[in-house]
């Protein structure tokens, strides 16, 4: 199931850009996806897109209400219900990633059902999933991993769907996480998923696809973070990839939320994925190492990049500063 | 929770003792805990234990009624409808690890109400658990790790445990699947928890305890099953493991389910178990390999022990044919 398109992004009355992150993401990645944003009187987001109403966002085709908010918490603001329940009157679909969901708005749903409008919660998967079942499969699946959450994963893979595409190859981006399904309009959110059935959901949400195609699988956790390594390792599994990125945060100094956990190097990082990867596809290669270097400057970043590439003999690059069509050209060749 | 003890099992009218699987674990591994069965006319299951109705079973002390029955499919046949309301209206709290849910029994749920009685579906976790932290635990703790599923890690915990008691140290088993749950009357259903929270729910089962104190933790899967090893990698990280032991089926061709994937071999098995392990207690050590050699001769048997007891340096044996004391002298040596 996918979203319906095109969006209206509404970042309510939120204090600053960062927790317009997913209003962010999707304006950055699926520009043509919006028609504009809707904000109340006290935000602060800013947004480079149109200022709407409920209205005038109907007029412009939207078809969907995204909330574009990733608050501390993940409450609904009641200054948003008045909002919300005018987009569902309206008979926009509304989607959130929040932790509140949107169903515990007074009588959202209800507004909801009566006008046919679909409420969607980014953070609920759909049982039911199967088993996984292993089964070689064709198609090209690249996955990103990582040395530790919040690493990079989903941006590196949606800058490698956007590459492709420039290239007019055929490839899907495809989302395991609440920010990477509104981006997308549809996904997996993995963490979310019964245990038992982690694998089987991703096999079913990257199937077997022609030798051409790409999908470009976003990564969760890493085999390394202790709270979480299991969902990375039920991921990579039901993956099936034939490509790996390493995703890797050079400036973190332990791993994300455990102070007393030091990152994994790079080497060990990359032989416990591809040993991991292995098991379901023996071909499966890595295919570079994807930094994000925003706290480094152009020098430091040189400078690791040239470190990294020549002791791995991986294309080391950063998807948000640097062209990529070397890594294209490698993925193609393989 | 526990349930209340002791149990009468309810077996109803299955066609043999493998559907008796839960049953015959419970008065296996806890014979005291059992005040005798209840059989349905036609039932072909044979437990040496004694005929009760609901009414003498409740005499001879009985507070739960287990269905001790593990069928193909799961379901709860409508012949056994009339014993189980029964059963809710003497006051017996029931407990059941089958797919189909005791709530779909007609008016048992309202029955179970009306006298206060507890209806515990051992397949369904009980939320919330909380994210793993990973901090260092005292104790001992031990985990069941295999090459495959069903290779015998219940059965090996259960020994176990049952050996430290005939030696008077301090032990529990921890349960992670039903059949366990029931034996034990408590218990998480790893495979049935949402992802994000598999290794904080194993944290929470088996929490920081005195030096010398014992958990016996039975495993799940394997690193090496594909369909499963994120839900084995989750409870591996989540146990904090002091000891492993590794159980091994040697007749068994390919891993369970998947004729397509072989075993892995028991070196690779013992060092990705240990590798993986380290991240959360890097003094994490093999204590053992537990093989079920049920369809092997005295001879092979004793051949194949040998032969690995010899390779890999560490105490082997079957946990239903020898005695443990070796295995117990060198934990307790640790």
Redesign the interface.
């Known amino acids: 199931m996918y979203l319906k398109k095109p969006y209206v992004l509404f970042v309510g009355d939120i204090e600053d850009d960062l927790a317009a992150k997913v209003a962010h993401g999707i304006a950055d990645w699926r520009p043509n996806d919006c028609v504009g944003q809707i904000r109340l009187p006290e935000c602060k987001a800013t947004l480079e897109l149109p200022e709407l109403t409920i209205e005038s966002a109907i007029e412009k085709g939207a078809k969907t209400l995204v909330v574009g908010v990733a608050n501390r918490g993940g409450g609904i603001s009641q200054t948003w219900y008045e909002t919300l329940i005018m987009a569902a009157s309206h008979g926009l679909d509304i989607a959130s990633g929040l932790h509140q969901l949107l169903s515990t708005v007074p009588n959202l749903s209800i507004v909801a059902e009566k006008n046919d409008v679909l409420l969607y919660e980014a953070r609920i998967p759909n049982p039911p999933f199967p088993?996984?079942?292993?089964?070689p499969r064709s198609g090209r699946r690249l996955l990103t991993v990582g040395t530790d959450c919040s690493a990079g994963k989903m941006y590196t893979a949606l800058a490698i769907e956007k590459a492709m595409l420039a290239r007019d190859l055929s490839v899907d981006f495809r989302a395991t996480g609440q920010t990477g399904i509104l981006i997308n309009g549809n996904g997996v959110p993995?963490?979310?998923?019964?245990?038992?059935f982690?694998?089987?959901a991703i096999e079913e949400l990257c199937p077997a696809n022609d030798s051409k195609h790409w999908d470009i699988i976003e990564g969760q956790g890493s085999?390394?973070h202790?709270?979480?390594?299991?969902?990375?390792?039920?991921?990579l599994?039901g993956a099936q990839a034939t490509d790996l990125i390493l995703c890797h945060e050079p400036t973190r100094v332990h791993m994300r939320g455990?102070p007393?956990?030091s990152l994994p190097s790079i080497e060990k990082c990359i032989a416990?994925n591809l040993?991991?990867a292995k098991?379901?596809n023996p071909d499966v290669r890595f295919a570079g190492i994807a930094l994000n270097t925003v706290a480094l400057n152009n020098q430091d970043t040189m400078k690791i990049i040239n470190e990294l590439s020549q002791e791995f003999g991986l294309i080391t690059f950063d998807p948000l500063k640097h062209e990529m069509n070397d890594l294209i050209d490698f993925l193609l060749s393989g």
Request: charged share 10%; glycine share 8%; no cysteine.
């Open positions: 088993i996984a079942n292993a089964k993995i963490d979310a998923v019964v245990a038992d982690m694998s089987g085999l390394f202790p709270s979480f390594a299991g969902v990375s390792l039920g991921l599994h455990l007393d956990f416990a040993s991991a098991l379901v």
